[in-house]
């Protein structure tokens, strides 16, 4: 099992930005693809952005494409999102996922996800 946290969220005015942050412990984090979802209210779970195990292979939505940045830190099992210029239709509830073996931004690819972070961009 591989269990997965999420921090960072918070209030932010539009045009502001934060930064997640998804740790991850149990089993060896090693060779898993992460991925960072959200879920506004009303709303389906959309994908954001996902990275491979080496950093080497990234996606992003085209909605945050140039706002958003992932990246990870395999030595600290931490995976990281970085949102800039926020705005209010960024406001959701932020996942991390983990993916063994497989790399896309299909929520049905990912094994493991976390409770998930609010955020919450004031227009």
């Known amino acids: 099992q591989v269990q997965l946290v999420e921090s960072g969220g918070g209030l932010v005015q539009a045009g502001g930005s934060l930064r997640l942050s998804c740790a991850a412990s149990g089993r060896s984090f090693t060779g898993y693809a992460m991925g960072w979802f959200r879920q506004a209210p009303g709303k389906e779970r959309e994908f954001v952005s996902a990275?491979?195990?080496?950093?080497?292979?990234?996606y992003y939505a085209d909605s945050v494409k140039g706002r958003f940045t992932i990246s990870r830190d395999n030595a600290k099992n931490t995976v990281y999102l970085q949102m800039n210029v926020l705005r209010a239709e960024d406001t959701a509830a932020y996942y991390c996922?983990?993916?063994?073996?497989?790399?896309?931004?299909?929520?049905?690819?990912?094994?493991?996800w976390g409770q998930g972070t609010q955020v919450t961009v004031s227009s």
């Open positions: 990275i491979s195990w080496t950093g080497y292979s990234i």
């Open positions: 996922a983990a993916a063994s073996g497989k790399f896309g931004a299909q929520a049905v690819l990912y094994d493991y």
